[in-house]
């Protein structure tokens, strides 16, 4: 990029500062000590720390784009990225923020393979069961878990299957389920016999076009926080309700959109994440608690990239609410956030390997730590 064409995008996309985020910037001397407390905590750290997303911004990475606090954030457009200075709330540490865009923007390629090829990224998206069936090409260690559930679900029609309750009733119906491509959890649902296999449709695509030509009659994959709300109140062909069943409580918990390091990077990351990891955690709770600043910024990066990917401030509202009503965030089994549970971990192995996928012989240790995690930070 041109360095006036850089100049020229930034004005553009500047976001008004409150007062708290100017004097951040220089000018109250409180508040540049506690930005020089924690730029120097943070000091070993990349500059800029870089974090690779698994698709356009949406609230349920909503702790991710917090971390950009109330301060000027810069658009590109070109690239899918955002970039500003990192927040440790209302401080500003100083340490550059970039956090770039998945999906689509990438090519479609996971996350883990691309933190690979591009080894400026500090932190990407993983799930567990990812982390394992790539162990053995892209290894990736989670460090923090935003979400406490996967808001990954199956919905269906309540009208044309008035008696379907769950994920189990689908298969004894024999309904059509439609998923994106060959899913770990289609094989494990297949090999418990809650499915056949002779029922999963990989063709789904994202688009409503299907489940709505079809009237209902078959069942979907999805994301809760996102599509219930989608199909009620956006796609008008359909407008009302659909039912579902997330598919950490149908009896698949892996942890999803974890934050993750290269494996061979903890050693050169360790001083770095003892500061970052409870900023995270920080963030996952101030999000959850007041999320109108950030929402604001997701819509506004949006409608900037200007993409097929459309998101607006009322299912920003409604992902947010729903995170919490479902306990998609919280604290788990404990009073922290962001932790992960090794029981849960394991069963996740132990549930792949039944269904005959190679597991590479790893543990939960393998592909997790909660070395990082401030276990006063929590939900209240």
């Not at 995008?9 to 020089?36: F, R």
């Not at 784009?65 to 301060?71: K, P, R, W």
């Not at 920003?316 to 549970?341: R, W």
Request: net charge negative; glycine share 8%; hydrophobic share 35%.
């Amino acid at each position: 990029m041109k360095k006036e064409t850089f100049i020229r995008l930034l004005l553009i996309t500047m976001v008004p500062l409150s007062l708290s985020g100017l004097l951040a910037c220089g000018g109250n001397t409180n508040e540049k000590k506690d930005k020089d407390a924690a730029a120097q905590g943070l000091a070993s750290c990349p500059n800029p720390i870089i974090i690779q997303t698994d698709w356009y911004p949406e609230s349920e990475y909503g702790a991710t784009y917090e971390l950009f606090g109330d301060g000027i954030y810069l658009i590109d457009n070109e690239n899918r990225s955002v970039s500003g200075t990192l927040h440790d709330g209302e401080v500003d540490t100083g340490i550059g923020l970039e956090v770039r865009t998945g999906g689509p923007a990438i090519g479609f390629t996971p996350v883990a393979s691309h933190m690979y090829t591009d080894t400026s990224i500090t932190l990407g998206y993983a799930n567990t069961e990812g982390q394992i069936t790539r162990f053995d090409s892209a290894p990736l260690l989670s460090v923090v878990a935003p979400l406490e559930k996967n808001p990954q679900m199956i919905m269906w029609d309540p009208d044309t299957y008035p008696d379907i309750e769950s994920i189990e009733d689908l298969g004894k119906r024999k309904v059509t389920i439609s998923v994106f491509g060959p899913e770990v959890f289609s094989e494990v649902f297949i090999a418990q016999g809650i499915w056949s296999a002779d029922q999963v449709d990989p063709s789904y695509d994202g688009s409503p076009a299907n489940f709505i030509a079809n009237q209902g009659s078959i069942a979907q994959q999805g994301f809760a926080s996102a599509e219930p709300y989608n199909y009620k109140n956006t796609y008008e062909e359909w407008g009302k309700d659909v039912k579902y069943q997330l598919l950490h409580d149908a009896g698949f918990p892996v942890y999803s959109q974890t934050l993750a390091i290269r494996s061979d990077d903890q050693v050169s990351l360790d001083s770095c994440l003892k500061d970052l990891v409870p900023i995270i955690q920080r963030a996952v709770v101030s999000f959850s608690s007041n999320p109108d600043n950030t929402n604001a910024l997701i819509v506004d990066v949006v409608e900037s990239f200007n993409s097929s990917w459309v998101y607006g401030e009322e299912i920003a509202n409604y992902s947010v609410n729903i995170q919490s009503e479902l306990g998609l965030v919280g604290n788990g089994t404990n009073d922290i956030v962001g932790d992960m549970d090794q029981d849960r971990v394991q069963e996740v192995i132990d549930l792949m390997e039944k269904a005959g996928i190679n597991t590479k012989k790893i543990g939960p240790s393998d592909i997790f730590t909660n070395e990082y995690i401030d276990e006063s930070i929590g939900f209240k």
